[in-house]
């Protein structure tokens, strides 16, 4: 059996190109189960060829969630208010995740200033500082946040992978509690806890912090 031809000579790659069909593939198979020969074969391409864009395994990792966090909304809204841009942004955050629960993208080891989610920290960064927020109230803020979604997604993510029923005669009485722990309404409830918890870091401060008009 011979190995198929490289045809990328007339069907170019690019890195846009396997940062997307590697996404899909997470999607099907989880990003921990991906590897640059998967990618090269649905490709139809050796992988030698993604080599040529890519020096590891990582560096695509790092892209396909650079690449999924593009579906997070975080552009700014003339005259929104702090508290709405932080209810905005955390429910795309969580649903973009909820998107790709396959793929668990939170299995990629990725710190701010990595290529994942540099760009998305900038603009999340940027959306608040433009508002006005003290420098001091959302170093707070971002750690607060950045601690509540990590732990939300992950336990969402994987609730129906650990899902185990039991039998009728054995279910407790707080099944229902815990079962609801990772809702629509357990997470708007979080943020609205953090949210108000702001506001009582920042008293007396009336907390009119909005993005700019113009």
């Known amino acids: 059996m011979t190995n198929q031809p490289d045809t990328t000579a007339s069907n170019p790659l690019s890195q846009s190109l396997i940062l997307a069909k590697g996404l899909e593939i997470a999607d099907r198979e989880g990003i921990d189960k991906l590897s640059i020969r998967k990618i090269a074969k649905e490709l139809g391409k050796t992988p030698m060829a993604l080599y040529r864009h890519f020096d590891s395994m990582n560096d695509i990792q790092q892209g396909i969630l650079a690449l999924a966090f593009q579906e997070v909304d975080t552009a700014p809204i003339p005259g929104e208010r702090w508290d709405d841009t932080i209810r905005r942004t955390t ?10 629960s396959k793929a668990r993208l939170y299995l990629v080891e990725s710190e701010a200033w990595d290529p994942g989610l540099r ?14 927020i003290p420098d001091h109230i959302f170093a707070r803020a971002w750690r607060i946040i950045d601690a509540f979604l990590t732990g939300f997604i992950i336990c969402e993510c994987t609730a129906d992978d650990h899902h185990e029923t039991l039998p009728d005669d054995e279910v407790p009485d707080w099944i229902g509690v815990t079962d609801a722990a990772y809702s629509d309404e357990a997470f708007h409830d979080g943020i609205e806890i953090i949210i108000a918890g702001i506001r009582n870091l920042a008293a007396p401060d009336p907390c009119e912090w909005r993005t700019p008009l113009a």
């Open 91 to 100: 429910s795309s955050i969580r649903q973009m995740h909820l998107n790709h």
């Open 119 to 132: 760009d998305h920290t900038e603009h999340v960064q940027k959306l608040h500082r433009e508002q006005g």
